[in-house]
């Protein structure tokens, strides 16, 4: 749930077309593979000798490996193609001197800084009330703030 509310405030759908795509293949891997845990342990711990059948923690491990592990690599690809060309041309854009991107990068982040001041409180206001969920939401929208 943390991680999940941190990529919601992350927003990279918004700026990346595959980058959704690429972290929902990630997370049902790892859904795969609890599942695949949770179907072996099943049957090799908790079945009787005479009822396991070995086909079903084939079947998960196939699933699992076929399914959304099948597409990470390509999927991933294309999210890092995207962040690779989204960097490159701003730092293009900035004449390819890295002290005019750093400019840039700090005269950005003094413009954003009643949206990190609306985050903090907004943090602090969680806090209080120990909404922690709530505020690796607003971590990410700082993250995002700081990078995009």
């Not at 759908?13 to 972290?23: H, P, Q, R, V, Y």
């Not at 859904?31 to 908790?46: C, H, I, P, R, W």
């Not at 206001?125 to 993250?143: K, L, P, S, T, W």
Request: aromatic share 20%; charged share 15%; net charge negative.
């Amino acid at each position: 749930m943390y991680a999940e509310q941190f990529l919601t405030g992350l927003d990279l759908n918004g700026t990346f077309l595959n980058a959704g795509n690429c972290i929902g293949h990630i997370i049902g891997f790892v859904d795969d593979t609890v599942q695949f845990e949770n179907n072996y342990t099943a049957e090799l711990f908790y079945t009787p000798i005479e009822d396991i059948r070995w086909a079903y923690p084939v079947l998960n491990f196939t699933g699992m490996v076929s399914n959304d592990f099948a597409e990470i690599p390509y999927t991933c690809w294309l999210y890092w193609v995207e962040f690779y060309t989204y960097w490159m041309k701003i730092y293009s854009d900035n004449k390819s001197d890295v002290s005019i991107f750093i400019q840039a990068f700090l005269f950005t982040q003094m413009g954003n800084a009643k949206k990190f001041k609306s985050s903090i409180d907004t943090i602090a206001d969680n806090n209080e009330v120990q909404n922690y969920i709530a505020n690796f939401h607003e971590y990410g929208v700082i993250a995002n703030l700081i990078f995009f």
